[in-house]
């Protein structure tokens, strides 16, 4: 029997290349057991190769498997990202072109018949009439266009429509009997003038979902008469509150977009100064005054007006709110000296200050900075108040961490490998503690309609809309 330490040494010559037979002979150990240690050696390398194989293909589908999903995120974000989202769930059939040629031919021979009416007998108006409602008839079932509509609405106006009169004499009517059929045009002509006017509110209610403009919202508004009203109470009455609304809305927007940008030069070195850390307090309560004062006595003076105190009170909001949201342009050098110094001019508890500072370096996508105010500020003996809004922010610079590798990894294409660290980077972001897909903000759509988040292209299906409550993450370590 081979010792265990000759069994060592065969190995060792077998491994270094030495001839099996030569070393049976110099050994003197029969061919036929050194031939079974080479066939376990044989054995045991084919394993730790197959190994070796094994886990290489295991990493190369896994990178193939993130390139994958990398890609599907980038498509249902490109998909997103570019798509009009104006059609606010107003549907709008699409027509083929033998449809538009329908509705125009119907408009053209409708004009033409009303052109020719007045030279033709009233026995052969009744008839000329009764095709042009035909007409109408045949195109009352598509979506018209505003201009379309319109011009029907100008066609079937005209006072060869609208008076019984012009169909018959009053002196021959008892004599032909025609009362109940000139009777029933009329009905027929008011019936289908209606169903122009709700064509005209339906491209109304398809022109506002199409537009952010306001004069155009307005305009909109103003082609709903009260006739139409009358007629179409609760159609006229949910296109009219589409447009207020919308119109409000807009004029809110632009109202708050004046607050935010309409700064003049002193309080815009306020805010450069505070920015920096270096701002003069009493000088700057000063100029602020002075500038509240010099609001109210510019505007007129009506019910509505702002005293000196809520003028001074806009003008520390826009301080605030210009830190926070121009960040670019403002940018703070040494955050906790800002954040003291924005407590003290504007008169903010420490959790708001502190929140603005915190805002401004995660606009910058300055992260790391965030964390270390975060995590200076969070302290339990803080209080409530300042803890509440520290969690806040805890959660704002998490989401806005992960906001920022998602859409590095969407906007940057590298090897599989590259993609597969960016993938696995951002499902170790969402499967921490109560965080949502949904909360995952990735800016808005090219034309602004649309909020885009990481829940929109998320390729797991079954993780959406859910709290993933996993152990670990060090986002905010």
């Known amino acids: 029997m081979i010792k265990d330490n000759e069994v060592d040494e065969i190995k060792e010559l077998i ?3 030495f001839d099996l037979e030569l070393i049976s002979f110099e050994l003197d150990i029969p061919l036929e057991d050194i031939k079974q240690i080479k ?24 990178n193939k498997e993130a390139h994958q999903k990398m890609q599907q995120m980038r498509e249902r974000y490109k998909n997103l990202y570019f798509k009009s989202n104006k059609v606010d769930n107003v549907k709008q059939k699409q027509l ?36 042009i409602l035909e007409e109408v008839k045949k195109i009352q079932n598509y979506p018209l266009t505003i201009e379309q509509v319109e011009k029907l609405n100008i066609l079937m106006d005209v006072e060869e429509l609208t008076k019984s009169s012009f169909f018959y004499d009053v002196k021959n009517l008892k004599k032909y009997n025609l009362s109940n059929a000139i009777s029933n045009i009329i009905k027929k002509i008011n019936k289908y003038q209606r169903i122009i006017d709700r064509k005209l509110v339906e491209a109304i209610d398809i022109a506002q979902s199409q537009t952010e403009d306001l004069e155009e919202l307005k305009a909109l508004k103003q082609k709903i008469t009260t006739e139409m009203e009358i007629e179409n109470e609760i159609l006229i009455g949910s296109v009219k509150s589409k447009i207020n609304n919308k119109i409000s809305k807009i004029q809110q927007s632009k109202a708050l977009e004046r607050i935010k940008n309409d700064i003049p030069k002193s309080i815009l070195e306020i805010i450069s100064n505070l920015a920096n850390g270096t701002v003069d307090i009493e000088k700057a309560k000063k100029i602020i005054e002075e500038e509240a004062k010099k609001r109210v006595d510019s505007k007129p003076k009506t019910t509505f007006s702002l005293t000196e105190q809520q003028e001074k009170r806009q003008i520390l909001i826009q301080i605030g709110t210009a830190i926070r949201e121009k960040s670019d342009r403002f940018h703070v050098v040494n955050p906790e000296t800002t954040i003291y110094q924005i407590q003290e001019l504007c008169g903010k508890d420490l959790g708001q200050a502190v929140r603005i500072v915190v805002e401004n ?44 590798i998602v859409l590095k990894g969407i906007n940057t294409q590298g090897t599989e490998e590259e993609e597969r660290e960016y993938f696995e980077l951002i499902e170790k972001g969402i499967k921490m503690e109560n965080v949502k897909l949904r909360a995952i903000s990735l800016g808005k ?13 998320w390729t797991d299906e079954n993780q959406k809309e859910k709290d993933v409550k996993i152990r670990g993450g060090n986002y905010l370590r």
């Open 445 to 457: 759509s090219q034309d602004g309609t649309r909020n885009i988040t990481l829940a929109d292209i």
């Open 96 to 131: 083929t072109e033998e449809e538009i040629e329908i509705i125009n031919s119907c408009i053209t021979k409708i004009q033409n018949s009303i052109e020719e009416i007045r030279d033709i007998s009233k026995y052969e108006r009744r008839k000329n009439v009764a095709n």
């Open 15 to 17: 491994q270094s290349g």
């Open 39 to 62: 066939q376990k050696i044989d054995k045991q390398e084919s394993t730790k190769k197959s190994k070796r194989y094994s886990y290489s293909e295991i990493v190369s589908n896994r």
């Open 361 to 404: 370096l995660i606009s910058r996508k300055d992260f790391e900075e965030a964390k270390r105010i975060y995590n200076k500020f969070s302290g339990k003996d803080k209080g409530d108040i300042i803890a509440t809004v520290m969690k806040d922010l805890r959660l704002k610079i998490r989401n806005a961490e992960i906001s920022d």
